[in-house]
């Protein structure tokens, strides 16, 4: 907790320097369009007019928290095709949106973090394992998988799948990657002597991993959650960006930088930072239950 | 439970049923003759193999002409039936057959004791890339055996064949994406997290504000800022540029400001019994202990930055890159043109990857993670 007092006078700092930013950002514009109108613009008008403009080059904080507000709750409440009014999620508000890009988040994190646990316990105890397959996926890791997304996308379009699993897919080849590595670290973090304790109780190698691996791995499993779904996420948004789809975050990320909607395309932009701030929090939150009755609480 | 123990029995006891499958649906007729006698010769050396118990005993001469004709009869099976296209139940047989066979040798590889010095590291290389041919070889006879349309999944080889004919417009690409693009905005966002995390450094205060913050702000979609970066610095690769910078930041910032803070108090109060000035205690201890933090975020950076670049160019972009190429063909179906650009593309993300732990290693010699194992 004694963090907490220079956090918040971090995160004051950057909202001020983000409210400085804001006024030479628009201000040609403002210029322009009184220049247009034949007025002088004051520097007390030229300041409320860059905070206020419809469309402007950076957004001031208050009006990005004004959209965001206006995406989720007032849409739901009062928009026409809100969850109010017709009792299914409007797909104009950004709680729409971003359940669809969570759902293919979730799928994919689940996925991927399965598949690493799997291949992480494989090439712990498989040499061939270790020394073949460890290399590969450091390799597959350097193949910018976000920017083979479109291919990807298209062609499971082509074979017929559509929706949910593409995004999922992607979600999940970024997301096995730090859990593998994480696990690995932390099923090999035992040291001899542990291993040396479970031999002279003639433990089988099973229950050598269920009461001594395992356990052992949990901090750094928990650790590598946290990276990987923050990958998944960036992963599920930027599969969203480039087949036009028409729903999820990314989806609204890219109508946003058509339509020149500054303000839609940074509420798209908080929405996935809450998203993210939200899951990693969760995750940490079960971390500490976990490891509280584990006893391996710090 | 001899035979249980010795390494690759079961992968060993795999290839002989696949060919004895081979035989049975009816491939001693169909299959090209010297894939199976190539097969049928592996699997009696392996029998040999397994029998005698064949192990590091050996002398390693042996082990290595014996580990040569496995890969050489491996080689002539699976070049043969490459040339097939024709899904029958022999032929899935006989790939699972090489298939374990590849397996197998990996096994051996990686139980082999490693020779000293530079061919040791040579045959440190060699499961992996064992490895690696066996998964690209897959994918070309399966390819080709169930003729996979060429809009879906391009065999190995005609992206081989992409790459040789479209070498200048790869070049154009790679020269517009990575060097202008990511390099340069690599260059800016590390100097930039550097500077800052130098400055940080000097109150405790901000550094306990900042970590927190920092930590925070690496795990958001930063990607997502393309689009406003786009909007502000227009099509060409300067946009691109900026969008790596904001990726790259904050992971080298952290890390620095963390491997800053790594000397213990010990070592600090002896430079000051030294009566070292700042900039001494900063070039002579702290800056030196901070290097594998560094290069801990210049590596997490150095992949970001390709991602970066790539993925901002399908926010908008001049005719040229790899983002704007892979788009657009895969609008025009031209999917070995895709796969080309992301084979340039991991082979650049390698080198640079690569590149970033040579000086690594370089830097940090002292480093027990650089110990030679």
């Known amino acids: ?298 | 439970m001899r035979l249980q123990n010795q390494t690759g029995a079961f992968q060993a006891l795999g290839v002989a049923l696949a060919l004895m499958a081979v035989f049975i649906t009816g491939g001693w007729g169909a299959a090209p003759s010297n894939a199976i006698a190539a097969l049928t010769g592996a699997v009696f050396l392996l029998v040999i193999h397994h029998l005698l118990g064949w192990t590091r005993h050996n002398a390693p001469w042996v082990m290595a002409l014996f580990l040569l004709v496995m890969a050489s009869n491996l080689s002539i099976a699976g070049a043969r039936l490459t040339m097939r296209a024709a899904p029958e139940a022999w032929f899935g047989a006989a790939v699972v057959a090489v298939w374990l066979l590849a397996w197998w040798l990996v096994a051996q590889l990686s139980e082999a004791p490693r020779v000293r010095g530079i061919l040791g590291k040579l045959q440190a290389l060699l499961a992996p890339i064992l490895f690696g041919a066996t998964l690209l070889w897959l994918w070309e006879v399966i390819v080709r055996a169930l003729d996979v349309p060429r809009v879906i999944l391009p065999a190995p080889s005609a992206i081989w064949a992409r790459i040789l004919r479209s070498t200048d417009i790869l070049w154009v690409d790679f020269v517009q994406t990575f060097v202008k693009g990511a390099l340069s905005g690599y260059a800016i966002g590390v100097a930039a997290a550097l500077v800052f995390a130098l400055a940080v450094d000097r109150s405790d205060f901000l550094r306990r504000g900042l970590l927190p913050v920092g930590n925070f702000l690496a795990a958001l979609p930063i990607i997502g800022t393309a689009p406003i970066m786009v909007m502000w610095f227009g099509f060409d690769w300067p946009s691109k540029a900026a969008v790596v910078v904001a990726m790259v930041f904050f992971p080298v910032l952290v890390n620095t400001v963390q491997g800053l803070a790594a000397t213990e108090a010990m070592q600090r109060d002896l430079m000051r019994t030294y009566s070292a000035t700042w900039a001494q205690g900063l070039l002579k201890l702290r800056l030196p202990a901070a290097m594998p933090f560094i290069f801990n975020g210049l590596k997490i950076a150095s992949t970001l930055a390709l991602i970066g670049a790539i993925v901002a160019e399908f926010f908008g972009s001049p005719t040229r890159g790899m983002g704007f190429r892979i788009s657009t063909e895969v609008g025009r179906l031209q999917l070995d043109m895709v796969w080309a650009e992301i084979a340039v593309a991991a082979l650049a993300g390698s080198l640079f990857y690569g590149m970033i732990a040579l000086v690594e290693r370089w830097v940090t010699f002292w480093h027990p993670s650089q110990r030679g194992r």
């Open chain 1, 1 to 298: 907790m004694r963090n907490i007092f220079p956090v918040l006078t971090v995160t004051a700092a950057l909202i001020a320097f983000w409210y400085a930013a804001v006024i030479p950002m628009n201000a040609q514009w403002a210029q322009d369009q009184a220049r247009r109108a034949g007025t002088e613009l004051g520097f007390a008008a030229l300041v409320t007019d860059t905070m206020t403009q419809a469309r402007p080059r950076l957004p001031a904080p208050h009006q990005v928290a004004h959209e965001l507000w206006n995406s989720t709750v007032v849409e739901e409440m009062t928009g026409r095709r809100g969850f109010m009014n017709t009792g299914s999620l409007s797909n104009r508000s950004l709680i729409y949106h971003g359940w669809v890009t969570l759902s293919a988040t979730l799928l994919g994190f689940a996925i991927g973090s399965a598949l690493g646990i799997a291949l992480a316990v494989g090439i712990v105890h498989n040499r061939a394992m270790d020394a073949s397959v460890m290399p590969w996926a450091i390799a597959s890791q350097t193949i910018p998988i976000l920017a083979i997304a479109p291919m990807i996308i298209v062609v499971l379009n082509a074979v017929g799948i559509t929706g949910l699993v593409p995004k999922a897919i992607i979600s999940t080849y970024l997301s096995f990657f730090p859990v593998v590595v994480g696990m690995v670290k932390g099923l090999r973090a035992p040291d001899q002597m542990q291993l040396d304790l479970m031999k002279t109780y003639s433990a089988s190698g099973p229950q050598i991993f269920a009461k001594l691996r395992w356990p052992s791995a949990m901090p750094y499993l928990f650790a590598s959650l946290k990276v990987a779904i923050a990958a998944a996420l960036v992963g599920a948004i930027v599969a969203e960006l480039p087949t036009g789809a028409s729903a999820g975050l990314g989806a609204r990320l890219l109508s946003g930088s058509y339509f020149g909607q500054t303000l839609q395309i940074w509420a798209a932009l908080f929405a996935a930072a809450i998203l993210a701030a939200g899951m990693v929090a969760l995750i940490g939150l079960i971390q500490r239950i976990t490891l509280k009755r584990m006893g391996m609480a710090v």
